[in-house]
C-alpha cells in the first residue's frame, strides 16, 4: 500500500529591525524596560511542519550549523506549547530555512517561533484568536509578539506590548551581516557594565521618528536611528565601526547596529542607492556579507501553495 505524505504547512516570516531602541533600567526580572520602534524587513525564514511520531527540528540554510536542533531552540519550546494549549502531543516534524543571520540581532529565532506557532495552528486546524496567539507569543521572547506583527510598530514593557505605527511608503536598507554572532544578554549585560561606569547617553523618546515614519522621508528619518544597545554592541565587537563607516562612505543615509548586533543596518535614499551601497560594501570587505532589503514587511504569513511547494 502507498502511504500518503501530507503536505507541509509553510510559514514565512520576517526579520526585523529596531530604528529606535531606548533600553531602560534593568528590571528585578532580568530584563530590560524598552521603547523600541521594530520594523518588519524583507528578509526571511521558513518554517514547515508535517505529522511525525514525535517531535523533531531540522535547520538548513546559512549559519544552520550554529542553531540547536533540541529544546534549547525556541521553535521547539514554541510547538510544545502550542501542543500544550491544544492537549496534544507535539508529534510533528519542523523544518526551519534560514534566511536571517544567526545571532544577528534580527531576531531570527524569534521569527522562528512565531512562524512555528501560526504554522501549527493552521496544521492542527486549532483556530487560535490573535490574543491567544499573542501570549503564547509573549512568553516565548521579547521579540516573538513583533515577528507575528509584522509592519512597523512601537514595543514597550521588554518588547511584547506593540502598538502599530503609520510607516508611508516602502524603506530600502542594506544588511552587513557580520562574520560572528553576538549573545543578547551578553548585550545587554555589558550595556549594564558601561552605564554603571557613566556612559554611554540614553535616547530619547522616539516622536520625531515616527513623523518622519509617517512622512515616508528616508532622508529625515536617518539621523534619527538610535539603540541604546550600539555601545555594547561596540564594545564587544570593535570591528563594527569601521563597517558602519564604510556603509556611510558608500552613500548610505545612515548606519546603525541592528538590535544586539553585529548585523549593522544602513538606510538608503532608494532602492537604486540600496543596490549600490549594498555592492561597494560587499567589495570593502568589512562583513561576511551583505543583503539588500525593504521594509515595511508583513509579519508571520500561510506561504502560497505554489510558493510552499
Ligand atoms: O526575551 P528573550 O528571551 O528574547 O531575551 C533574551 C535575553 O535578552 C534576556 O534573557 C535578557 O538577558 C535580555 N533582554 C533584556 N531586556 C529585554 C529583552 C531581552 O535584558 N527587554
Known amino acids: ?9 509553510v510559514v514565512t516570516v520576517p526579520a526585523k529591525v ?38 523533531t527540528v531540522q535547520v538548513q540554510g546559512e549559519g544552520a550549523q550554529f542553531v540547536p536542533t533540541d529544546n534549547r531552540n525556541l521553535v521547539w519550546r514554541a510547538a510544545e506549547a502550542v501542543a500544550d494549549r491544544a492537549g496534544r502531543e507535539p508529534a510533528v516534524k519542523i ?22 506557532l501560526l504554522a ?32 512597523t510598530a512601537v514595543g514597550s514593557g521588554r518588547g511584547e506590548h506593540l502598538l502599530p505605527v503609520l510607516a508611508r511608503d516602502t524603506f530600502h536598507w542594506v544588511l552587513a551581516l557580520a562574520k560572528g554572532g553576538l549573545s543578547t544578554p551578553k548585550v545587554f549585560a555589558e550595556l549594564d557594565r558601561l552605564r554603571a561606569e557613566g556612559r554611554p547617553p540614553r535616547a530619547g523618546t522616539p516622536d520625531a521618528l515616527m513623523q518622519a515614519l509617517a512622512a515616508g522621508d528616508a532622508a529625515t528619518l536617518a539621523p534619527l536611528l538610535v539603540n541604546d544597545l550600539q555601545p555594547a554592541a561596540l564594545s564587544l565587537m570593535p570591528e563594527l565601526r569601521r563597517t558602519l563607516r564604510a556603509g556611510e562612505a558608500a552613500g548610505a543615509l545612515a548606519g546603525i547596529v541592528s538590535g544586539s548586533g553585529p548585523t549593522c543596518a544602513f538606510l ?8 549600490q551601497v549594498g555592492a561597494e560594501l560587499a567589495g570593502v570587505g568589512v562583513c561576511r556579507t551583505v543583503r539588500v532589503a525593504a521594509g515595511p514587511v508583513p509579519g508571520a504569513r500561510l506561504a502560497d501553495i505554489e510558493e510552499g511547494r
Open 268 to 275: 538608503c535614499a532608494d532602492e537604486q542607492s540600496a543596490i
Open 95 to 116: 523544518s526551519v530555512r534560514k534566511g536571517i543571520p544567526v545571532a544577528g540581532g534580527m531576531a531570527g529565532g524569534s521569527a522562528d517561533a512565531a512562524a512555528t
Open 18 to 55: 529596531n530604528l529606535h531602541l531606548a533600553v531602560g533600567d534593568l528590571r528585578d526580572d532580568g530584563y530590560h524596560e524598552l521603547s523600541t520602534v521594530f520594523q518588519a524587513l524583507s528578509l526571511s525564514d521558513e518554517v514547515s511542519v508535517v505529522p511525525a511520531d514525535t517531535l
Open 120 to 151: 501549527l495552528d493552521h496544521l492542527w486546524g486549532l483556530e487560535l484568536d490573535r490574543a491567544t496567539l499573542h501570549e503564547l507569543a509573549a512568553d516565548l521572547g521579547s521579540d516573538v509578539p513583533f515577528a507575528l506583527h509584522g509592519g
Open 1 to 9: 500500500m502507498l502511504s500518503v505524505v501530507p503536505d507541509p504547512v
